[in-house]
């Protein structure tokens, strides 16, 4: 597979402010109104689905007063319920498109025309599976990646490529946030995790059975990085995150609610607990140094993706061929977030501040005007915590929660964004980022 570094998204501006493409119209034409507006292309970067906990039992053990529920299947593989839990999404996503008149409803015609790129672990490369199957069912859809285990570039940063000086700016970045993210509920809601930990109501005090490791012991800090990570955090933020979020795959891996935290949270708890882990993705993924060198590439085969749709041409930053209708990229909540910053998205869903559960899409369309002028709208879509529970069918009377958002600095007419600017505002939210 071509693991070849992108060309710099200037280049690619320049190429379409020469070439004479659709794109170059003026600011008032690139936003053109919607009505007789056409849906050319959607690139789409998922969230793989629900997993089990990627830390092993023994580990997690250590910070409560009560044995963690075992799932069915290994630490950080996607579950059964998580693979049809995305089956549910594929096959709402063909149905929405083909009401847009992007695909067809039925058939495999549009097989050719769709593409799907995963991450190589095994709930990204699973995940992908369940899409393909449930987009096209009964039809043969490639999920194309790299060998499984071999790190990809598109959706983790090459660390060795990322220099001292970058490093240490995002290091002192982020220890700058740290302090400032810190305030308001976010004590109070550490303070209730680590009630649950000791297997108490989150409202309640009560004696455990021994006690733990604790969870609220030291400080959040920033912390040089190892692996795909180099800046990271260490503390009582990132451990509650990680703990919120084990909390939402036993609630949406569908778990006898008195396993679920041990019996002393409902969804409301667990939403609120979910804040959490939004102040850890804040902190770790949208820092604007850290955001840069970790999504910037990803940001640039989406961009360059679109791009072919525009020019017709294959693009080398890219992923299918000119002509796709539905191009999909399935990875993390990490990329998700970390190209949202770039992009200054930001979105309230099922009660919760940019949240990325299990799932989670951002999507973004290329939509053409009758004067052929281009533009991208740009959507989050993700099942509810009661949708994930309930492994409810997503349909137009119960769909998945979508918000339309706008990039920051972007000119918005009937919720899109020219194309041009937003060719622009990707070149400049991607460029010069050292971990390609």
Known sequence: MN??????????????????????????QATPSAKGDKLELVVVLSRHGVRS?????DRLNTYSALPWPAFSVDPGILTPRGYELLKRFGAYDRAAYASQGLLTAQGCADVASTYIWADTDQRTLASGHALAESLYPSCALQVHSLAEGENDPIFHPVVENVAPAVADAAYTELSKRITDLQAGNTNDLLAQMQRILLGCHPDADCKPTHTPEMMLDGKTAAARGTGDKFVTLKGPIPTGSSFAEDLLLEYGDGMPMASVGWGNVDEA????????????????HQ????AKVEASNMLEYITSTLAQGVTGKPMDAAKGKPGDKLVIFVGHDTNIAGVASLLGLHWHLDGRDDDTPPGTEL?????QSPNGAYSVRTRVAMQ??????????????DPPATQTVAPAGCTVKDSSCGWTDFLSLSKQATGGDPAH
Do not use: N
């Open 3 to 28: 693991r070849t570094t992108p060309p710099s998204l200037a280049l690619l501006l320049c190429l379409f402010v020469s070439v004479g493409v659709s794109a170059q119209v003026s600011d008032t």
């Open 53 to 57: 906990p990627t830390w092993t039992l």
């Open 269 to 284: 708890e667990i939403g609120r607990l979910l804040a959490l882990h939004s102040v850890y993705f804040s902190l770790i």
């Open 287 to 290: 820092t604007p140094a850290l």
């Open 363 to 367: 999507s973004f369309e290329l939509w």
């Open 384 to 397: 509810t915590l009661h949708q994930l529970r309930e492994l409810s069918p997503l349909t137009p009377a």
